[in-house]
């Protein structure tokens, strides 16, 4: 029946006016509004009542919190700023029977942080229909009972509550009784039956009556309670209390047990008519934790007090004898507080973070204290911990904004755990804490540190592209993105080329790279920059230097200079048959590109005709004689010279020189003409035409003077100036050897001639290097009037003036040879590994090598050189 009264009233009252208005107390706010409205229906708008920009409400976070705890029931539109309902309010539950029902909630606003107290006042709608605790009364009234008798009736429940409670009572028609209306307390309406005509019996023992209790709401409810009359023999005696309102005080808290006191009820009469039995007439559910001796009338404590849930309380007692009769009295139980609520820290607001270079006075939250004490129970004090950089501010009554009271640095300290304490006044005093996490918000204020000030990569030549060279490393103290570092190289060049032709860098690992193989002989050590850069907005960096350094490797075979490459000439040398053990028969030069060990040369003869006769310096190259020549050595000595560096492994280079022991050419059977390069110009063929044609007509002549002269049966005379220049294509081109490497002790450049009788050597020393030189009139060189006086023959002018004609021819040939070779020497020579030209040793360091002088290269191409023994 009530369930259907109630969804009759919900689509009734769907159109309640909402009670509105305003009462600005330290800004806030209040409401008033009907219980049982819809949800989803506006309660008023906030935005407007608090003159709130309504554009800011979604950057602000505008937001409904619930107060000490309440359930959330209210909720804002932040597009339009209406307050709406979000939850089914019901007054009797929420409030029972007070008079005054409110709900508290607060508007929270951020950036800045603002509170506002929403006070919503819940009107009562007549929902209820009063009901009696049973549906059924019994009173047993003895027929003696005299006219104008009063018999107390149950009351009604209703738990709306003004007008819409039980405002009174009617009872049905009949003959015997009338209904009297009272009123007792704070307006509750009760009623009693009063007797109009006397009982008999035996006329009628059992009356039925109907009783109506109605509310004043509209529509009008009510509920109905049937009371059934038993006539009694008579007994003219009512049980009587002692008082008629029992009054208590009680602390809450107080244990089940506790007696709260004791009421009595005495009956005249005598034997089991005179038994009284003690009650509670009407106990709501709010009552029920007490109890009461039915026979001792001790009332004691049977559920939990709290004076924060209901501070009083008022019961009804009755006292009835054996037979039915009884009385009633009022009990009066007024609760104290007690110091048992620890008072309740609630945060309203907190910023999740804080900037890091936040000022000082930045309000990250606001929280809110509450003690459900009354009076010094329920005044509270706040304090935060003494190690934070923050401070509680007071604001509205109860609430504190929590600041910041320093400047932050996240890199020191990145999370705080603010630790908010409070204590009340009480006796004892209690108090509760709650720590509050709060994260500093990270500012690109560091730029990336890299772990050495410098860096230094070292590489073999020759090494494969992409190999990894070495790797940087740098570190960002900021966060996340702040934080993460990116690497790259700074533009620059290196030999001209960009340096990222050389290496790279890997912009996450800061591994360096090499992008191409390296070579040593080109390019010894280069010097990047790179750069460490962090994502911040703006980006923070920071450079460091990084020397690369390559380290030779044994790539370079070495390169003999001296004698030259096979392919150009024969490389002959005569040594003179009278050389002694240890005489300098020729030097071997070669050069290594390569550096430190790998260019260590050493020499060694691998092969020879004569094993034990030349040896060649481990180092210095230059060969040697072991022992003395001998006759018994062959004139032809071959020698295959290997030089080789030490480096790992190591590499060689050979040459073949060929040596002739013999004091002059003529005693040489033999001598193969070298190839000459195909790219000779026609001045080659020129002098072939020309040297045929000299030979021959030197022949002839020759024959002719050896006809004279056994015709004339004269003495042989010697050819003087007849010498022919051995051709340098024979011998070593380009080198000419300078202070100790002949066996001469001075530095001389000298030719070989030779007569065509004596077969024996004969000197022609032309012009020195040095200026120890002897000079050309100081020579062994003969002249025609020497012979003709050495002979003292007159007639030997004829023979004299052919020979200085042969003389002449054999001058033509010698300037054609001089002009080839002069015109050889105009070529460039080959280069060497270094980049330099063939080297001679000089007396400052025989291993040191230095070009020729042109002139004098020259000079020594258009000579013979004949290794030849002083002694």
Avoid at 563 to 581: D, I, Q, R
Wanted: charged letters at 20%.
């Amino acid at each position: 029946m009530r369930t259907t009264m109630k969804n009759t009233l919900a689509l009734r009252y769907c159109f309640v006016l909402i009670f509105l208005f305003r009462c600005p107390v330290h800004g806030d706010v209040s409401y008033s509004v009907a219980e049982e409205i819809k949800r989803g229906s506006i309660i008023g708008n906030i935005a407007k009542d608090l003159r709130l920009e309504l554009s800011r409400l979604s950057v602000r976070k505008a937001r409904i919190d619930a107060d000490d705890n309440n359930l959330k029931y209210c909720g804002l539109n932040l597009q339009t700023g209406d307050l709406i309902l979000q939850e089914r309010i019901d007054r009797e539950e929420l409030c029972e029977k007070r008079p005054s029902c409110v709900v508290k909630q607060e508007l929270v606003l951020e950036n800045p942080l603002e509170l506002h107290r929403l006070t919503i006042h819940i009107q009562d709608i007549n929902d209820n229909s009063p009901q009696f605790k049973e549906e059924l009364l019994k009173l047993e009234i003895q027929e003696s009972a005299v006219k104008g008798a009063i018999f107390l009736l149950d009351e009604a429940h209703d738990p709306d509550i003004g007008d819409n409670s039980v405002q009174g009572y009617s009872l049905q028609n009949n003959d015997y009784f009338k209904l009297n209306v009272k009123t007792k307390g704070v307006g509750r309406k009760y009623g009693e039956l009063v007797l109009e005509k006397e009982l008999d019996r035996e006329e009628k023992k059992d009356i039925s009556l109907l009783l109506t209790a109605f509310d004043g709401g509209s529509p009008q409810r009510s509920g109905t309670v049937v009371i059934h009359v038993t006539v009694l023999d008579a007994n003219d005696n009512v049980p009587v209390f002692s008082q008629s309102v029992y009054k208590a005080t009680l602390p809450e808290n107080s244990p089940a047990g506790t007696v709260v006191l004791t009421v009595t009820a005495v009956d005249a009469d005598e034997g089991v008519n005179g038994n009284v039995s003690y009650g509670f007439n009407h106990v709501s559910n709010e009552n029920q934790i007490f109890t009461l001796n039915p026979k001792s009338g001790e009332i004691q404590v049977d559920g939990i007090i709290d004076y924060e849930k209901k501070s009083s309380f008022e019961m009804q007692i009755s006292a009835k004898d054996g037979l039915g009769l009884a009385s009633y009295a009022t009990l009066l139980v007024d609760i104290t507080d007690v110091n048992d609520n620890v008072p309740v820290i609630i945060v309203k607001s907190l910023s999740s973070s804080i900037p890091e270079n936040a000022p000082p006075g930045t309000e990250v939250g606001i929280i809110n204290v509450q003690d459900r004490d009354s009076d010094k129970n329920g005044q509270v004090s706040c304090s935060i911990q003494a190690n934070a950089p923050f401070k509680l501010v007071p604001s509205i009554k109860n609430y504190y904004s929590v600041v910041s009271t320093g400047q932050l640095d996240r890199e020191l300290v990145s999370d705080y755990n603010i630790t908010i304490s409070a204590t009340d006044e009480g006796s004892p005093p209690l108090s509760s804490s709650k720590t509050v996490h709060l994260s500093v918000a990270d500012i690109n204020d560091n730029p990336p540190v890299f772990e050495e000030q410098s860096y230094s990569a070292y590489v073999s030549e020759n090494n494969q592209a992409g190999s990894t060279l070495c790797s940087v490393s740098a570190r960002d103290p900021d966060w996340r993105q702040n934080g993460t570092v990116i690497y790259s190289l700074l533009a620059a060049e290196v030999n001209g080329a960009p340096v990222s032709s050389y290496v790279s860098v890997n912009g996450d690992t800061g591994l360096i790279h090499a992008v191409r193989s390296f070579d040593y002989e080109q390019l010894r050590s280069f010097q990047v920059q790179v750069m460490a850069r962090d994502n911040g907005s703006p980006p923070m960096s920071s450079n460091v230097s990084v020397s690369v350094f390559i380290s030779d490797v044994n790539d370079n075979s070495p390169q003999i200079l001296y004698p030259a490459p096979e392919g150009s000439s024969f490389m002959t040398e005569l040594v003179p048959k009278a050389a002694h053990g240890g005489s300098l028969v020729s030097k071997v030069i070669a050069v290594d590109a390569d550096s430190g060990q790998n260019a260590w040369l050493s020499y060694h003869i691998v092969k020879s005709t004569d094993p034990g006769l030349f040896t060649i310096g481990l180092h210095s190259g230059e060969i040697r004689t072991q022992r003395d020549i001998s006759q018994s050595d062959s004139m032809k000595q071959n020698l295959i010279v290997a030089v080789k560096d030490n480096g790992q492994p190591s590499l060689s280079a050979t040459c073949a020189m060929y040596l002739l022991i013999s004091d002059n050419l003529a005693e040489v059977p033999e001598l193969k003409d070298i190839s000459y390069d195909e790219k000779n110009s026609k001045l080659t063929s020129y002098q072939i035409i020309s040297l045929v044609c000299v030979s021959t007509f030197f022949l002839t002549f020759i024959i002719i003077i050896l006809g004279v002269r056994f015709c004339r049966r004269r003495k042989p005379r010697l050819l003087f100036d007849g010498a022919v220049a051995i051709p340098s294509g024979y011998l070593p081109p380009n080198y000419a050897d300078v202070d100790g490497t002949g066996t001469l002790r001075s530095a001389y450049n000298y030719d070989a001639y030779l007569t065509t009788g004596s077969r024996t050597s004969d000197f022609k020393f032309v012009s020195s290097y040095n200026d120890n030189t002897l000079p050309a009139d100081q020579t062994l060189r003969k002249s025609p009037t020497d012979f003709a006086d050495a002979f003292g023959d007159d007639n030997i002018s004829a023979e004299v003036g052919l020979i200085l004609i042969l003389q002449q021819l054999m001058k033509v040939n010698f300037i054609i040879w001089r002009a080839k070779l002069q015109w050889r020497l105009l070529l460039p020579p080959p280069a060497c590994p270094n980049g330099g030209h063939t080297l001679a040793s000089t007396p400052e360091n025989n291993h040191r090598h230095t070009n020729k002088d042109p002139k004098k290269t020259q000079k020594s191409h258009s000579d013979t050189k004949i290794t030849q023994n002083t002694e």
